[in-house]
């Protein structure tokens, strides 16, 4: 038995035939890639007692009528959404196919059985591509693996498409070289792991409420915003309100908050934002 391995084009109109706005979205990680803490650091962020300086690898979901989408499947996922209460998920949009943001696919399983049904993933092509590879057992029957495995649709992001009745703007963003998805819907976006936001990107991030961005380090970096770069592009996009994200372990939560602009501070793991809808 084939396991969904379909791909379809995100376009068009949802199923509601309305579209509605989002009403919450929960940052269920704001870390780097390592995490933090780090793996063997002593630094002052890594030992710190503040439970604002423990952050996952970076994802965030998305509430909206009752129902509710994630972006990215980060390692910690089972964790986060133990962390957050999260009990329903309807579908999984990729920002990109890094290993911090894709390795914990296999969590999705307890939504399958919670809803009954497959779930949506939306992401561009190496994206899917790199799902397939990286979890082939999810995507094509092998006897070595009767057993639970997540039940997922493929779905290549082409353009704008509405999800759980949402209208989804794709946001290209360079990370590096690498071409990335940030996303808008509302007047929120979310856009991790950027080093650069083309012109024809900025106009889909004008007039937000909330932008939670990329911010690594003070350090550069040559595939992420440091904070001073990300302070500067927030400023230009100027939403009401900024909160950085995919943070390393250079910046104390505390002590960076209090240098940051008025309506700019560090996301922390299971902050949750609320829209007027
Ligand atoms: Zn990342
Ligand atoms: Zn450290
Ligand atoms: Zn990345």
Known sequence: MLFLALRCVATGRGHEGHSVNPQRVILLGTGTSHGIPMIGCDCPVCRSPDPRDKRGRSSALVEVGGRSFLIDTPPELRLQCLASDVCRVDA????????????????????????????????????????????????HHSPDYPSSKPQLELR????????????????????????????????????????????????????LDVLVLDALRRRPHPTH??????????????????????????LMHETTNTELPAGMALGQDGQVITFDT
């Open 92 to 139: 999984v949009l990729f920002t990109h196919h890094h290993a911090d943001h894709i390795t914990g696919l296999d969590d999705l399983r307890r939504f399958n059985d919670l809803q009954g049904r497959p779930l949506g993933c939306y992401g561009d092509e190496a994206t899917l591509t790199t799902l397939e590879r990286v979890f082939p057992y999810a995507f």
């Open 156 to 207: 290549l992001i082409d353009g704008p498409f509405d999800l759980l009745g949402v209208p989804i703007v794709p946001v290209p963003l360079y990370h590096g070289k690498l071409h990335v998805f940030g996303f808008r819907f509302g007047n929120f976006a979310y856009c991790t792991d950027v080093s650069m936001i083309p012109d024809e990107s900025l106009r889909l991030l004008a007039g």
């Open 225 to 250: 915003f440091n904070l001073e770069q990300a302070v500067e592009v927030a400023g230009r996009i100027a939403a009401k309100r900024t909160y950085f994200t995919h943070i390393a372990h250079e």
